[in-house]
């Protein structure tokens, strides 16, 4: 069974939640993951020292800024020639938008913030909270592949493991932006709490 890992990261700072997905698809067999963007070998080392069997690397002046047109198509026709059984994603702003509009490229849906995933024959069954967590739902899709964003520390990181080799393939970009990134401009005093190990509030 193959599992597409997309690797979230800006400006090469991986989202943690990304080694977490990377740990959940080698439960279910061969893990490739995919990492998108320019200057991004650093990231795709670190995804073969996380346990990825293989990376598909799409280095292009297109992918320099996250577009969601681009990265999208881009992941859309890696889907299709490759056929995975299993897309992951970890749960960002981003990687919501991006995997809901490859969906619509692959024909198939997205189970959102899951906490479990288990295989059922050629299909996953997806466990996530609904209703602010109190309630547990189990859901299925029918599409192909399976697309899943899932829920960050829901799942254990692997461990990594310093200095280990292994396939690194470049493939090209797909699809046009739409629209240009003028610059970024850093919230003051922002933190983003879903990195957070304890949050103590009071009411």
């Not at 939640?17 to 990492?35: C, D, I, M, P």
């Not at 995804?47 to 293989?54: I, K, N, Q, R, S």
């Not at 209703?131 to 899943?148: D, F, N, R």
Request: aromatic share 6%; proline share 4%.
């Amino acid at each position: 069974m193959k599992t597409f890992v997309y690797i979230d990261h800006f400006k090469g700072e991986v989202q943690p939640s990304s080694w977490e997905a990377l740990g959940l698809a080698k439960s279910f067999g061969t893990a490739v993951a995919l990492v998108f963007g320019t200057g991004v070998d650093d990231v795709a080392k670190m995804a073969v020292e996380y346990g990825a069997d293989e990376v598909l690397v799409a280095d292009d002046p297109s992918l320099t800024d996250y577009r969601a047109e681009v990265y999208a198509s881009t992941l859309a026709a890696l889907a299709s020639s490759q056929s995975p059984n299993l897309i992951l994603f970890p749960t960002t702003a981003r990687t919501r938008e991006m995997a809901a509009m490859a969906a619509i490229d692959l024909n198939t849906g997205v189970l959102t913030d899951i906490s479990g995933l288990e295989a059922n024959g050629d299909s996953f069954v997806a466990t996530r909270p609904i209703y602010e967590g109190k309630v547990i739902e189990k859901t299925v899709c029918s599409g192909k592949p399976v697309m899943a964003t899932i829920r960050g520390r829901a799942f254990p990181k692997p461990e990594r493991e310093e200095g280990k080799s292994g396939t690194i393939t470049k493939v090209a970009a797909a699809g046009e932006a739409k629209s240009t990134v003028e610059g970024y401009g850093a919230s003051e005093g922002a933190v983003n709490l879903g990195d957070a190990a304890v949050i103590v509030s009071g009411g």
